[in-house]
């Protein structure tokens, strides 16, 4: 039989295909059952700072007493932080395939405390969903990519397992900025992050979401990517794509 064995931010995989983060990965049962069909490891569905945010604020706005504010937003932020920490435990209690957390923050302290717990509870590794809207005149391409390196520079500082950036492609130079956040201390980069684009919906005057999911023809784009990238960095490379969920079920 081949052997499709292979290295991803230093963790021995049994196959190269890693289950990106997504609803396939938001449960234990889930994850148990794509070990079960041959993932090799999983990346949890991310855990987004500006959506418990929005839902801890949610939760004040619907309440009924005004001074219970600051219990409230903690309450909501602390549970949904315990869920995802409770997802990691689960998963690697139940599952014999690495467990890759998966964070998105809007704030300089949220990266690190997600990160420290995040590893407390058994994570094998950690990637740092990062993307920021390039739209302030006033400041260069350098100011931007300095955002991310600075975000990878704190959280190495604090954790030990590794660090996998996924990243988009609008950059000036793909191959500076990859090489920036591994002398920073990423063990690998993920191509590339998946983003939405709303629209108006100008009958009924207001915004509409719609989730394109990627075909083969994107490919083109990531495969061009990691050609390039893997003769000039030493570092993990992944690829991610999204798989159509009406072609099958768990």
């Not at 090799?40 to 706005?61: C, D, H, P, R, W």
Request: hydrophobic share 40%; glycine share 6%.
């Amino acid at each position: 039989m081949t052997n499709l064995k292979t290295d991803y931010l230093g963790i021995t995989l049994k196959n190269p295909i890693v289950v990106s983060s997504s609803g396939l990965t938001d449960s234990v049962s889930k994850i148990v059952r794509l070990e079960e069909l041959g993932a090799s490891a999983v990346v949890l569905k991310s855990l987004f700072e500006e959506q418990i945010n929005y839902e801890a604020g949610t939760m004040y706005q619907n309440g009924i007493y005004p001074e219970a504010n600051d219990y409230i937003i903690k309450y909501s932020k602390t549970h949904s932080v315990e869920a995802y920490l409770k997802l990691i435990e689960g998963a690697k209690r139940q599952s014999g395939i690495p467990v890759i957390a998966s964070i998105n923050c809007i704030s300089s302290s949220g990266w690190v405390s997600f990160a420290k717990e995040i590893e407390a509870a058994g994570a094998d590794a950690l990637e740092l969903n990062i993307f920021f809207v390039a739209q302030d005149k006033d400041k260069t391409a350098v100011d931007y990519e300095s955002i991310y390196t600075d975000i990878i520079t704190r959280v190495k500082e604090i954790i030990q397992i590794p660090i996998a950036v996924k990243i988009g492609y609008y950059f000036t130079n793909l191959v500076a900025i990859v090489n920036k956040l591994y002398y920073r201390g990423a063990k690998g980069v993920v191509m590339f992050n998946r983003f939405y684009q709303p629209d108006i919906d100008i009958e009924q005057l207001e915004t509409t979401q719609q989730l394109r999911l990627s075909d083969s023809s994107e490919l083109l784009l990531r495969l061009r990517w990691l050609a390039i990238l893997s003769g000039r960095l030493d570092l993990s490379l992944g690829a991610a794509k999204e798989l159509d969920p009406r072609r099958g079920r768990l």
